[in-house]
């Protein structure tokens, strides 16, 4: 699932030698490895200059139960969930929203997911906020932390959702997010092709290129037909491939495969 070396390389930023240096030792002794992204196996591998006996790439699953109803979601909500921290691109996408409130007043952004501190001690939320101009302001909502089941029925509401992470293992949001029929715009950084094939099951940005991010949230508002297309294969992709049940299977077999091994 990554590593505190693994997620300060990924942004750019230090690590104490202790900590990489335990981390290192741990995986030098494991004898399997299992990642839950291909691109986190093998930044992981070249990061730490090892090379385990057994490797196997698992990516999370989220639970799939009955029919998405498509025709249920609500004009204009579109929605963000998850931590607020800066590797997930949220003040790249405040950025992006000043944008898009200046296209169409009409939409508005929900954020869900809990405040957390900067390296100084400051709230990520208020600097999300002091990002926005005026106008934007008026179409932005935090509301905090929900829970799981609320954020699956949110999700069933939701429109659009948007997560341009800049560092990820294999994040569950964009997952939920599909699964529930949102039109999903994720990060085309890291493990983000693994989770979606671009203008097919959602579309990816830069996370660093907030005008990207608006004109994707633009593009996905005012196309319905391309929105629905995105939103059905969407939900296809996570029944198909990130399913309990496939994953599942995959866990047992290699768990199996490394007792008998």
């Known amino acids: 699932h990554g590593s505190v070396s693994y997620f300060a390389n990924e942004m750019k930023s230090k690590v104490s030698k202790s900590t990489f240096m335990l ?47 498509l025709s249920n979601k609500l004009a204009n909500f579109v929605i963000y969930t998850g931590s607020l921290v800066e590797k997930k691109g949220v003040y790249s996408l405040m950025k992006a929203w000043n944008i898009v409130s200046h296209k169409n007043r009409d939409l508005h952004l929900h954020i869900y997911g809990k405040d957390t501190r900067t390296s100084n001690g400051e709230s990520v939320r208020a600097k999300m906020f002091d990002l926005l101009e005026e106008q934007a302001k008026r179409s932005v909502t935090f509301h905090g932390h929900v829970t799981a089941q609320e954020i699956k029925s949110l999700l069933s509401q939701a429109l659009i959702a948007v997560f341009p992470s800049y560092a990820e293992a294999f994040a569950l949001a964009p997952l939920e997010a599909m ?21 097919v099951d959602g579309l990816l940005v830069n996370p660093s290129n907030f005008e990207e991010i608006a004109l994707a949230i633009l593009n996905l508002n005012e196309n319905k037909e391309r929105r629905l297309m995105i939103a059905t294969n969407g939900v296809k992709k996570i029944k198909n491939s990130f399913s309990s049940d496939i994953i599942m299977k995959q866990n047992l077999e290699f768990y199996h495969r490394i007792q008998v091994g």
Do not use: D, M
């Open 179 to 199: 699964a529930q029929g949102c039109a999903t715009i994720y990060s085309r950084l890291g493990s983000g092709p693994e989770v979606i094939t671009e203008g």
């Open 23 to 69: 981390e290192r030792n741990s995986l030098a002794y494991s004898r399997a490895w299992v990642s839950t992204s291909e691109y986190t196996l093998k930044k992981t591998k070249n990061l730490f200059e090892l090379r385990p006996t057994i490797e196997k790439v698992i990516h999370n699953f989220v639970e799939v139960t009955g029919s998405v109803e």
